[in-house]
């Protein structure tokens, strides 16, 4: 899945305590093995304008909203190569458009002083680019992922996210994961990634735990901890 540049699908997330998880996960078993990349230390550098204007028309929750950042899987120097992802929802469809490239390169392209690969993907992330102006990388977001794949339908997939820490210092994809957490020491984000229906064991195990969707935003709660803490002069990291 790492080296898939085009995604169309629906992803729906839930906040899961400890008991909830293992729940999930003895319900999964007959039908979920590791996916290829089974476990991902994913860094991220959100893309946004000084005034955050991305996260807070996403917060909005409009019809069409995008977001744009830089991502890597693991530790990632200025030479090493990295994703540059347009994540774009429409009517709770998930479309991600993506390309890989060195992250100087990248963050270059973001800057200004770089063209934009000549590419169907790189005209899109250089159009919007041009569109919101004043794009420069906003918060650093990182996370432990756990990823699995079905057995008879390799499209249906289940994450779970844990250690979800964001800063707004040192902003690069080489450095330690050091931030704030945006999550209670006992709680995980599982998403579930389909084309279509969720399949009908997965339903009954969600209705049975009483785990229910919800709307979490990694980023977008990193956005609101900047503000409340910003108002109180406050800074917690951990």
Known sequence: MKNQMIFQRYEYKYLLDVRQLQAVL???APHMVPDEYSHSSIRNLYLDTPDFRLIRRSLEKPVYKEKLRIRSYGRAGEGEKVFVELKKKYRSVVYKRRIFMPQDQALG???GTELWPDNQIGAELAYAADFYKTLRPAVFLSYERDSFRGVEDED?????DSQIRYRREELTLDSDTWGIPILAPNQVLMELKVAGGLPLWMAHVLS???IYKTSFSKYGTAYGDILLSSRRGERKYA
């Open 26 to 28: 003895t319900a999964m």
């Open 156 to 160: 249906f997939r289940v994450t779970f």
């Open 208 to 210: 049975e735990q009483q």
């Open 109 to 111: 392209c973001v800057e």
